[in-house]
């Protein structure tokens, strides 16, 4: 029907009782990345252990949202569901200012744009009602 | 515990086909593992040691191989780490032969990846199970996607360009012309795989390996045994093997797991890179060979794409690779492990025809499983015809 979006045919994650938390908080349209409140250690993505020391004692930190592309890929192929028609896109790893890299989408940008480097922010894609993600965009 | 000399690849076989749409995968692991142990002099009576996955499988897929073919090994080992497993078993299997757990050990693979129209590189990325995946698979990865992020992150850094890594294209089809088995064997230039269509920038299709059906079987057995065998023996000399990830966010992208299976293989083998006379490293695609040379120390970082231009990596140059022509020109059928044992023993036995390397005595194999961008494993071999 005209105006009526498609139903959302990409991936989604598996909220459980592990990463609920930060599925929460993007929904609120908030970065948060988890510190070792015994080694120090900070880690992307979240889990209930510190993988350096095995602490279970963790806080969350609020992330600026702010980083730089380190590699990407511009996407001319992929036969999977909900991508097939969303080509080219532009898949990467951005490190965040806070030391840590996270695979994301680089958007409201040409592909041909995007450069390693490019200082880039967060954007909080609200894809369905229950999930957020954080995708990044050119810093203005 | 030194491995070196312990077993010796003793069988070889690769099957022909390339396509195979009237048969199944355990018949052409079957037909395979026939061809090897004929090859080694020996009978499926002998078979006291198992080694196999694949991508056609379930997770407990050697249980029916063994239903399939009535074996009932006392070792077992179906290590599941992407396309480098065979190359793993093949030192696990060693291990086991010299501990005493059994002597004679077949590794095996097939699959129908082809005629079942898997689409491995640009289907999506299986999987959607492990806690990771639920921080990727949501913004579309695909196999080549990994692996492009590699490239382009090595061309940034280092300067290297779409010749150099269309260079090892190029290379891998003059080898699979003296192939009589390679599917594709008609002569490219650089120019036509800079040419060919983008799959996920900066790879081209022809930096991409093909999908194939096919297979393929090693027998391993223990150098006692060995010496009375019908072929010359491939002595293992030394293994390693390791994993790379996100590493909880720090990871630096360009070390790849072959950096560690490689020093260990090394060590454990006692020899040096002026000792290998030619290289089986697993060509997924264009960037994992150049990453792989330099990770395994044979130039330094950032050197891989001038180390592969000019020539020295065809039969004839200074460190031959990959002369069946490869997963980029003469098979891939989903996992290609298996074909880099099955070469590196053909070139140790002089078995090569028009590509054989001269005067080959020592031959490194180094599988990478998995995607370079994300998660991946690399086992590496040293392997040498040399009694002693």
């Known amino acids: ?140 | 515990m030194s491995l070196i000399r312990k077993a010796a690849i003793v069988g070889a076989w690769e099957h022909p086909t390339r396509f195979a749409p009237n048969k199944t995968m355990f018949q052409i692991m079957a037909e395979s593992a026939r061809g090897a142990l004929a090859d080694a002099g020996l009978t499926i009576k002998d078979v006291d040691g198992l080694c196999t996955t694949g991508v056609g499988m379930g997770w407990m897929g050697l249980l029916g191989f063994c239903d399939y073919l009535n074996l009932t090994p006392s070792f077992v080992d179906s290590t599941a780490i992407g396309g480098s497993s065979f190359v793993a078993h093949t030192a696990h299997a060693a291990a086991a032969i010299a501990a005493g757990l059994c002597e004679t050990v077949l590794i095996v693979y097939g699959s129908t990846a082809a005629s079942q129209r898997f689409a491995i590189g640009t289907g999506g990325v299986a999987g959607g199970g492990e806690p990771c995946d639920q921080y990727e698979l949501p913004f579309g990865p695909t196999t080549v996607g990994s692996y492009a992020m590699i490239a382009q992150r090595h061309m940034h850094d280092y300067g290297t360009t779409p010749e150099q890594l269309a260079e090892v294209a190029v290379i891998a089809r003059q080898h699979a012309a003296m192939n009589p088995e390679a599917k594709y064997r008609e002569p490219i230039t650089v120019a036509d795989v800079l040419a060919s269509r983008m799959v996920s920038a900066p790879l081209h299709l022809l930096d991409c390996c093909m999908i194939s059906d096919g297979g393929g079987a090693i027998v391993v057995t223990s150098a006692a045994r060995a010496r009375d065998l019908k072929k010359a023996p491939v002595y293992l000399l030394g293994a390693g093997e390791a994993v790379r990830h996100a590493a909880r966010g720090v990871r630096d992208f360009l070390d790849i797991a072959a950096a560690q299976s490689g020093q260990l293989a090394f060590e454990r083998a006692g020899v040096s890179h002026r000792d290998i006379d030619m290289a089986m490293i697993y060509d997924s695609f264009t960037i994992t060979v150049i990453a792989t040379l330099e990770n395994l120390g044979f130039c330094k970082p950032g050197e891989g794409g001038a180390f592969v231009s000019g020539g020295r990596i065809r039969f004839d140059g200074e460190l031959p690779l990959n002369t069946d022509g490869g997963g980029l020109s003469s098979n891939h059928p989903g996992m290609r492990g298996m074909f880099l044992l099955i070469e590196a023993t053909r070139q140790l036995r002089g078995e090569a025809g028009a590509r054989q390397v001269r005067d080959c005595r020592t031959a490194l194999v180094h599988g990478t499983g998995g995607n370079l961008g994300t998660r991946h494993s690399g086992a590496t071999l040293i392997l040498s015809n040399q009694a002693g």
Not at chain 1, 92 to 109: F, H, R, S
């Open chain 1, 1 to 140: 029907m005209a105006g009526e979006p498609k139903a959302y045919a990409k991936p989604l994650p598996h909220l459980d009782e592990e990463n609920r938390p930060w599925w929460e908080a993007l929904k609120r349209h908030e970065l948060y990345l988890q510190r070792c409140r015994d080694c120090g250690a900070l880690r992307y993505y979240p889990r209930a252990l510190c993988p350096e020391c095995l602490s279970s004692r963790t806080e969350w930190i609020r992330s600026k949202g702010s980083g730089k592309v380190y590699t990407f890929t511009i996407t001319y192929q992929n036969a999977a569901a909900g991508f097939r028609d969303a080509l080219p896109y532009v898949l990467a790893y951005v490190e965040l200012d806070e030391g840590l890299k996270m695979l994301t989408n680089i958007v409201d940008c040409r592909p041909e744009q995007v450069r390693i480097g490019m200082p880039v922010a967060v954007v909080f894609d609200d894809v369905t009602p229950e999930v957020t993600l954080a995708k990044f965009r050119p810093a203005v």
